[in-house]
Nanobody, 112 residues
């Protein structure tokens, strides 16, 4: 498994971003979670999509984050709306139990 995150950037508060996660080795992605690590804080799980497509979100991101999966592209997305400065951090994707190796993540910076 070699998950690669992309799509981060610098955005103003209130803006939107779509993050992508794909397996560079071509292994089929089944269940997957997005995690984020804010500066000086521990990594936290923010969204999960199951193999069947059901989703789950941390309370702090509900109604703003949307996780989705395109099986044909073997890619999991996370759309982030109404970005807040507290959403700033490095976003990673991994197995919902965090069993896989961590990638480099993608940095999201939200300016106020």
């Amino acid at each position: 498994v070699n998950l690669v995150e992309s799509g981060g950037g610098l955005v103003q508060a209130g803006g939107s971003l779509t993050l992508s996660c794909t397996d560079s080795g071509g292994i089929s992605i089944e269940a997957l979670s997005w995690y984020r690590q804010a500066p000086g804080k521990q990594r936290e799980k923010v969204a999960t999509i199951s193999n069947g497509g059901s989703t789950d979100y941390a309370d702090s991101v509900k109604c703003r984050f949307t996780i989705s999966k395109n099986n044909a592209k073997n890619t999991v997305y996370m759309k982030i709306n109404s970005l807040k400065p507290e959403d700033t951090g490095v976003y990673f994707c991994n197995d919902p139990c965090a069993w896989g190796p961590w990638g480099q993540g993608t940095l999201v910076s939200v300016s106020s």
